[in-house]
């Protein structure tokens, strides 16, 4: 199966910010409200963390670098996506995991396949993992993919949803490269609760109260039977829906079903916006939660 070309993120659904540079090649929309996002749970005496950054690359504004870090107990993860910025197709991603053992693999997005490459520690290295030697590599067919459907990885939803929200296609559709399988992502609208927050800002200050939110929820199934079911994004799955603040497209919580937990929400913690984004104070202006004081 070969991986489509450019399209917008299904339907027409992702660039109604952005239009043509040249001819048949897409602009890149402008990058979202925030720069870095920290959530963070807490049960049962362990704390999961997740922080993720998201940036245009220095030498292409058409391309995204979307780096991610993610821990619970003694795991932890680091992911680096580089990402088209136009329908967030991936264009490649590395995975650094550790537990107890460590692993390094490389994902690398072609027309007809996905080349994953695993590098292993030699024994006693204090070598960095771009410098492990290679141990396995695979190429990984597409499966049949909806018309249009671009192939990314989980973290890039909490961003690909935030243009969802003021799209005007009713549903759209992405597929997610797991380490194992591919999974169809259906996103469509749905009613947000207000909620109650509570975040700081880079500029130190700490938003807090109840907000009025919207919603996106995420219909995840395989496109394939699963060899061993892995799609997680933030170490929810099943149904979940993503609440956005009322008035931007920042993620201020996700709700799900985690391991162990049952039903389960995840809370923005922390955010640094970007320095034109609505609600940053910026340089002798009121933040939000000031003006509401």
């Known amino acids: 199966m070969k991986r489509p070309g450019y399209h917008p993120l299904l339907h027409g659904l992702l660039l109604f910010a952005a239009g043509a540079v040249n001819a048949g090649e897409p602009a890149a929309p402008p990058l979202p409200v925030w720069q870095t996002l920290e959530y963070e749970q807490r049960a049962f005496m362990v704390t999961a963390r997740s922080r993720i950054e998201l940036g245009a690359t220095a030498d292409d504004p058409l391309t995204w670098r979307l780096q991610a870090h993610s821990s619970v107990a003694s795991n932890a993860e680091e992911v680096e996506l580089t990402l088209r910025a136009a329908d967030g197709q991936a264009l490649r991603r590395e995975r650094f995991s550790q537990g107890k053992d460590q692993r390094y693999k490389t994902y690398d997005y072609l027309p ?150 049952g039903s389960a929400e995840i809370n923005l913690r922390a955010a640094t916006l970007r320095p034109d984004a609505p609600g940053n104070p910026g340089p002798g202006r009121a933040s939000a939660a000031e003006q509401g004081k």
């Open 112 to 261: 007809q396949m996905v080349v994953r490459e695993r590098f292993d520690p030699p024994k006693n290295t204090s070598l960095p993992p771009a410098q492990w030697p290679l141990s396995s590599r695979r190429e990984i067919p597409y499966p049949p993919l909806p018309a249009g459907a671009v192939v990314t990885d989980a973290y890039a939803l909490l961003e690909l949803a935030g243009r969802f929200l003021d799209a005007e296609a009713a549903s759209a559709e992405v597929v997610v490269n797991t380490e194992f399988n591919f999974y169809l992502v259906k996103m469509s609208r749905s009613t947000g609760p207000a909620i109650e927050v509570e975040y700081r800002l880079a500029s130190g200050e700490t938003a807090s109260g109840r907000r009025d939110t919207r919603g996106v929820s995420l219909e995840i199934s395989p496109l394939a039977e699963p060899d061993k079911p892995d799609f997680s994004l933030l170490g929810l799955h099943g149904a979940i829906t993503i609440l956005f603040a009322g008035d931007q497209a920042l993620p201020l919580q996700l709700r799900g079903t985690a391991p162990r937990l």
